[in-house]
């Protein structure tokens, strides 16, 4: 079932910012460039069952060009992007080998001492599409727009207020990631997902201009916290070892092997810990999150260099979505 779009309002008034010095970014004596708008946008965070106010800001270029814009359409769209790479069944990365050259060059990278390692083919296959199975998808999931100008005179900037009606449903709230690759480098992911603002300028002579003004984010209401008060949540884990997620340097895999001599893992103590979170294992932004951390120990082994950290971390869990599972908007 098709969702019911958010909706612009369009208030029948507007501005006009009084002219200035600055009014104009004349481009000196070249007019022979097509005529251009500046334009961008303040506005409200959306919300399920609410009203957001902004507006448009907009002027022109070049005084010339004041006359040359027939309408100015806003449009308010909803983007996703999601992407997983991961390498193939039974590619494996060139290693990190020592280098010949006496100096660090672009490739090559100094961990002390007189020792230069050399990057170049590690690198180069961490963007080998022969190593690499990538999956890749973006689209847009809902667009709603309205006409705030028609014919306007835009000797001087103007300033357009609107309103966007959000209906009683819960959109996803924004969603900006960026890619942390950290070796070894098997398997990452990132997803983007963003509310747009876009400007388009239809001028005079029929040419378009799609122009971004602005983004805005999406607030959702927790509705399961208003209906029912959630108890909390306790689970229990066992502290593990990190992985050695720098072995790709010969140094750090050194590094590895001196602590498994040192301390052998057989040796090490063993812990585990309760968690419990007083609100429940659903959060919302902006929540403020109560629980406790207990420590336990189940084996008591070496104490040399043994160490253990407790640390609050989210992390995504992006899968892909099956061919029933996707949406279909008409």
Sequence with gaps: MRPPLASLLLTAAFTV???????FEDSGTDTSQPCSVRAWVRAEDLSPGHVSRGDLRIKVTRQECAQQIASVTLRLQLDEFGEVKYLKEGAVLPEVRPSNESASTEYSSSM???????????DDGLNDPELWTI??????????EAILLTDPDLSQPVITPFTVAVP???YPPVIRKYRHLRPPVGRHSFTDLGYRYIAVVTFTDGRIENIPVGHTAFIPSDS????????PFTWNLTFQDHKCIGCVHPRKKEHQETLETCLPKAQRSVFSAEVTLDNGKVATPGQTLTGRVTVYKLKNGATTLSDISVHLQSTSREQWAQP???PTFC
Excluded at 112 to 122: E, I, S
Excluded at 224 to 231: D, E, G, I, L, N
């Design 168 to 170: 009683a449903v819960n």
């Design 224 to 231: 399961s916290s208003q209906m029912h008060v959630q108890s």
């Design 17 to 23: 910012h009084l002219a200035s010095a600055g009014s």
């Design 324 to 326: 029933a599972q996707v």
């Design 135 to 144: 999956k890749a998808e973006e689209r847009r999931a809902w667009t709603t």
């Design 112 to 122: 002390g001492g007189d020792v230069v390692y050399d990057y170049q083919a590690h």
